[in-house]
């Protein structure tokens, strides 16, 4: 099974990081979805939240204030001066 390697960083910490099979964020140019096998890409966030899917079924939800995201060979970065961390569910 393919997977993404997700790293979610803030100015002052690394607020997760892991396997998942999607991520879903709202970039300047529109919401965007990203699974394994995506092309390679570098985007600016706008504020809002993105949604990490865990390989193990739960989804987990942060707000950034901005930043951008890159996806380069199934490894996701997101990072934002500020996140705020919700709850996974």
């Known amino acids: 099974m393919s997977q993404l390697t997700v790293e979610v960083v803030a100015a002052d910490r690394k607020v997760w990081e ?28 706008a504020e809002s939240d993105v949604k990490v899917e865990p390989l193990d079924g739960s989804t987990r939800t942060v707000h950034v204030d901005g930043g951008f995201l890159s ?15 919700g709850a996974s569910v």
């Open 18 to 45: 892991g396997e998942a099979s999607r991520v879903t964020a709202r970039t300047l140019d529109g919401e965007l979805g990203i699974l394994p096998g995506h092309e390679p890409m570098l985007s600016l966030l």
């Open 71 to 85: 996806v380069d060979h199934d490894t996701v970065r997101i990072v934002s001066e500020t996140i705020t961390d």
